[in-house]
Nanobody
Framework: QVQLVESGGGLVQPGGSLRLSCAAS????????MGWYRQAPGKQRELVAA???????NYADSVKGRITISRDNAKNTVYLQMNSLKPEDTAVYYC??????????????WGQGTQVTVSS
């Protein structure tokens, strides 16, 4: 019933920018924390950035100063603005949200993932 739909991934040159979006839809009662994770080939999935309902943020050290997470609670959407991208940012990016479904329980939901490739 509840799903997360991601968009904005693609191929970008080093130093370029991308803006990822993730919209939650379905029978939602409330959305708590939201965040972005990424997984590169041969590596574990890692947290990139997270944001609470009230707007408090947390970033991985590797992306601080280059990436900004934000959310629009009215649209049930979280964004990831990525600037000064590096080849090591190449990964599949996954949206995550802690959601209390209208007719269910509170749990984590995951998006399908969107590929970000930083290469010249």
């Amino acid at each position: 019933q509840v799903q997360l739909v991601e968009s904005g991934g693609g191929l970008v040159q080093p130093g370029g920018s991308l803006r990822l979006s993730c919209a939650a839809s379905g029978s939602i009662f409330s959305i708590y924390g939201m965040g972005w994770y990424r997984q590169a080939p041969g590596k574990q999935r890692e947290l990139v950035a997270a944001i609470t309902h009230g707007g408090s943020t947390n970033y991985a050290d590797s992306v601080k100063g280059r990436i900004t997470i934000s959310r629009d609670n009215a649209k049930n959407t979280v964004y990831l603005q990525m600037n000064s991208l590096k080849p090591e940012d190449t990964a599949v990016y996954y949206c995550n949200a802690d959601i209390w479904a209208l007719y269910g329980t509170k749990r984590d939901y995951w998006g399908q993932g969107t590929q970000v490739t930083v290469s010249s």
